[in-house]
């Protein structure tokens, strides 16, 4: 198979590189892309066809691997493509169906998991009528794909779920904590965890250090959760507070010094 990859970040490299090493071909279009996502493609072993024109009409496979908020755009930008279009990415159900619309064949996906380096660390979760073929693509690589359904939009479901829970609950303690920190009671609350809930206060370093990393990628992550908790009749402020928070959180690499300090006084100090 010739697998056209939109785009080579972080997980979309990894996965790339785990179809590559299975004997697939994996193609990716350099242009307007930075000179960390080249490097990144590079290491990966893919192929550069240059453009998403290019790319289109030589991939067997189109998968997208994006920020959820450029999704529908990505979608939109393949055109001369026959072949499957995977959109692997966080995206709510209602999103699932419109880039569905977009394409010929659809097949939705939803990644679980560390970009994929060892066995056991990533889920690729997939539904739609083609669904088992992609999968097979996956057999013998480090990622384990698992076929939801035949519904188009399952996969994007279970994300949706899971990541309302990790994401979500990790937006919830920083806001937290740094209202503890507001009203001067941080120390109390610190104590009063290391008490009865002792995993919180390294729950909440890991969230800042998260927040600090990735978090300006889950703004757009938490509002499709949001649309979908809304879709199903909930209420979808919780998510709608969640994609604030990390909105407001630096966006950097993390020092091993103070994460957690530096997210706190952001969240407070940036304008709404």
């Not at 991939?59 to 279009?85: E, K, N, Q």
């Not at 009063?192 to 990628?217: F, N, Y």
Request: aromatic letters at 6%.
């Amino acid at each position: 198979m010739k697998i056209g990859l939109l785009h080579p970040g972080e997980m979309g490299a990894a996965v790339g590189a785990a179809l590559r090493i299975s004997g697939h071909t994996v193609l990716w279009a350099s242009t307007g892309r930075s000179a960390v996502t080249a490097e990144r493609a590079e290491q990966a072993g893919l192929e550069d066809v240059g453009t998403v024109e290019e790319l289109s009409g030589r991939s067997d496979v189109i998968l997208s691997l994006c920020p959820p908020h450029v999704a529908v755009d990505i979608a939109r930008s393949v055109t001369r493509f026959a072949g499957i279009y995977v959109d692997a990415n966080a995206v709510s159900p209602a999103t699932a169906r419109t880039i569905a619309a977009l394409v010929g064949r659809y097949v939705d996906g939803g990644i679980i998991g560390s970009p994929p380096r060892n066995p056991g660390t990533t889920r690729l979760y997939l539904s739609g009528t083609e669904a088992t073929t992609i999968a097979g693509l996956f057999e013998g690589t480090v990622v384990e794909a698992l076929v939801v359904s035949a519904d188009p939009s399952a996969a994007s479901a279970v994300k949706m779920a899971y990541a309302a829970w990790t994401k979500g609950t990790s937006a919830l303690l920083l806001a937290v904590r740094c209202v503890a920190r507001a009203e001067g009671v941080e120390e109390t609350l610190i104590d009063e965890w290391r008490t009865s809930l002792p995993q919180l206060p390294e729950q909440s370093v890991a969230a800042a250090r998260s927040a600090l990393s990735k978090g300006w990628r889950w703004v757009g992550e938490m509002n499709e959760i949001a649309e979908t908790f809304a879709a199903a009749g909930l209420p979808d402020g919780f998510h709608r507070g969640a994609a604030e928070i990390y909105r407001r959180s630096p966006h950097g690499q993390t020092d091993g010094n103070d994460d957690l300090g530096r997210v706190l006084s952001a969240l407070r100090e940036a304008n709404p």
